[in-house]
C-alpha cells in the first residue's frame, strides 16, 4: 500500500483564478492519477501522471485547463486553471504501488463561486 | 469502451440486516477492486478479486467475482451503521492500467 496527502484538503475560489493541488506520497511510484469526483457522482480519470513524461490526458481533458507536474517519483501536482463552478469537485490523487490495485489520496474539496 | 453497472444505487438499512450490492458488466476484467468511500475521505480499497469464481471474506464482506470475470457481488452480514459509505466497484481490463469505475451504491445503515 501508499500512504498518500494531499493539499489543500479544501479551498473555495473565486471565478477566473486557478488552484494548484499537491499529492505527495510515502514511497517511489511510477504511475499516479489524477481523478474528479463530482458531487454525488463516481470517480473520472483526468490524467495520467508518470514521471519524466508529459502527462496523459482522458477524453474531455486538456492541458491547458489542467496542466499536471511530476517532478519526481513521490510528488505531483494538479493546477485547475481559470476556474468556474462547473469545476466544483472532489480532486482526487491516487498511485498503483504494484499490480491493479490503486490508493487514494483523502481528496480536495474545491468550490468555486 | 469498459462499463461498470453498479445496483442498487442506494440502499437505507436497519442495523443487523444484510445487504448484496452488484456490478455488473458485458466487458471481462483482468481484476476487480470494491472501495468504500466515507464523506470527506478519499476511496480506501477494500478488496481485490482476480481469479473466476474467487470468493474473498473480510470479516462480515464476503466478495465474489463471477466465473466469467465480468460480474461480481458484494454481501454485508448483520451491518452496523460504520458500514456507512459509498461503495465504489473498479475493473481493470488487461494491459490497461486504467480503471473502470462503477457509479456507486450509497449505503446508510440506520441505528
Known amino acids: 500500500s501508499a500512504v498518500i496527502s494531499q493539499k489543500p484538503s479544501r479551498d473555495i475560489c473565486q471565478r477566473g483564478t486557478s488552484l494548484t493541488i499537491q499529492c505527495q506520497v510515502d514511497s517511489q511510484v511510477t504511475m499516479m492519477f489524477w481523478y474528479r469526483q463530482q458531487p454525488g457522482q463516481s470517480l473520472t480519470l483526468i490524467a495520467t501522471?508518470?514521471?519524466?513524461?508529459?502527462?496523459?490526458?482522458e477524453s474531455g481533458f486538456v492541458i491547458d485547463k489542467f496542466p499536471i507536474s511530476r517532478p519526481n517519483l513521490t510528488f505531483s501536482t494538479l493546477t485547475v486553471s481559470n476556474m468556474s463552478p462547473e469545476d466544483s469537485s472532489i480532486y482526487l490523487c491516487?498511485?498503483?504501488?504494484?499490480?491493479?490495485?490503486?490508493?487514494f489520496g483523502p481528496g480536495t474539496r474545491l468550490t468555486v463561486l | 469502451t469498459q462499463l461498470l453497472e453498479q445496483s442498487p444505487q442506494f440502499l437505507s438499512i436497519q442495523e443487523g440486516e444484510n445487504l448484496t450490492v452488484y456490478c455488473n458488466s458485458s466487458?471481462?476484467?483482468?481484476?476487480l477492486q470494491w472501495y468504500r468511500q466515507e464523506p470527506g475521505e478519499g476511496p480506501v480499497l477494500l478488496v481485490t478479486v482476480v481469479t473466476g469464481g474467487e470468493v474473498k471474506k473480510l470479516k462480515r464482506l464476503t466478495f465474489q467475482f463471477g466465473d466469467a470475470r465480468k460480474d461480481s457481488s458484494l454481501h454485508i452480514t448483520a451491518a452496523q451503521t460504520g458500514d456507512t459509505g459509498l461503495y465504489l466497484c473498479a475493473g481493470s481490463g488487461g494491459s490497461n492500467y486504467k480503471l473502470t469505475f462503477g457509479k456507486g451504491t450509497l449505503l446508510t445503515v440506520n441505528p
Open positions: 466487458s471481462v476484467f483482468s481484476s
Open positions: 501522471a508518470n514521471q519524466g513524461s508529459e502527462a496523459t490526458y
Open positions: 491516487s498511485v498503483e504501488p504494484a499490480g491493479n490495485e490503486q490508493f
